[in-house]
């Protein structure tokens, strides 16, 4: 069963279980995938790969995190909690990402590999981490992580 097929099932769940908030939140990820096959169809692809949908997920994550900040700094403190409510139910799909000491062997394992001695490097040092782990990586905390690890 793939990951599509776990996102329809979950709206399916809720809906019989009349989880309105979640049917919402589920209903939005699969618009939003919808959207990312559209966009693909012209480099030929009907589908994107998991890889890109865990990506199309994390943007969704990242931009609702936005959203909560600037909520909380208008005292908005509902549409904070509705925003958390729905990068919850995101983050069912995503795979557990690596944080912490996990992270941090994966970069040095990754630095070593690929022979990296300076931050000019960092690209290959990516490269590599995305190859062996991918999905499980967060770019954002992981390219901070590789510029330290190289300074």
């Known amino acids: 069963m793939g990951l599509r097929d776990d996102i329809t099932a979950a709206a399916k769940a809720a809906m019989l279980a009349r989880e309105a ?64 409510a729905e990068i919850a139910v995101i983050e069912e799909f995503l795979p557990k990402t690596l944080t912490g000491a996990a992270l941090d062997a994966a970069v040095r394992e990754a630095i070593a590999e690929t022979g990296a001695t300076s931050a000019k490097e960092m690209g290959k040092v990516i490269a590599a981490l995305k190859a062996r782990h991918g999905a499980a990586l967060d770019m954002g905390v992981t390219s901070g992580v590789v510029k330290a690890a190289l300074a």
């Open 21 to 84: 908030e979640r049917v919402s939140a589920l209903r939005m990820i699969q618009a939003k995938l919808k959207d990312t096959d559209i966009a693909a169809r012209p480099k030929g692809v009907d589908k994107v790969p998991d890889d890109e949908v865990f990506a199309m997920l994390r943007s969704m994550i990242k931009s609702r995190r936005d959203s909560v900040a600037l909520y909380r700094q208008g005292g908005r403190e509902e549409l904070a909690a509705k925003e958390e």
